[in-house]
């Protein structure tokens, strides 16, 4: 963080993992006062998705309401193939590139680079 502009932040859409958002910006408020005043949050990356839960959109409605326009709009779903494919030594889109998860990696890849045109 001290030698960086710009962080992303990918979080499962668990509660446990809003508590440790909360940690996280405390240590960049902190870094940013101490050693990095330029250093700003790029975007938020919601993994382990799961639509039919409704813990799954408490969390994307509390991370968007601190964090508007920060939020990718591709989500990366919780997928069996992602769980697998470190087990095996590769990553998903070459473990299984038809998969959803590695199809959700693919359009991330897309709008990051979208965004920094």
């Known amino acids: 963080?001290?030698?960086s502009d710009t962080f992303l932040v990918p979080i499962?859409?668990?509660?446990?993992?809003?508590?440790?958002l909360s940690q996280l910006m405390s240590t960049v408020r902190q870094v940013k006062r101490r050693y990095n005043p330029y250093l700003e949050l790029e975007s938020v990356l919601l993994t382990m998705y799961d639509?039919?839960?409704?813990?799954t959109q408490q969390v994307?409605?509390?991370?968007?309401?601190?964090f508007p326009n920060k939020v990718f709009k591709t989500v990366i779903p919780r997928n069996v193939r992602i769980s697998e494919s470190p087990s095996f030594g590769q990553p998903?889109?070459?473990y299984d590139k038809?998969?959803?998860?590695?199809?959700?990696?693919?359009?991330l890849a897309e709008e990051f680079l979208e965004k920094q045109k």
């Open 12 to 20: 499962q859409c668990e509660y446990y993992a809003l508590e440790g």
């Open 92 to 94: 998903v889109i070459y």
């Open 60 to 66: 994307v409605a509390e991370v968007k309401k601190f």
């Open 1 to 3: 963080l001290c030698a």
């Open 51 to 55: 639509g039919r839960l409704n813990l």
């Open 98 to 107: 038809r998969s959803q998860g590695a199809e959700s990696y693919m359009r």
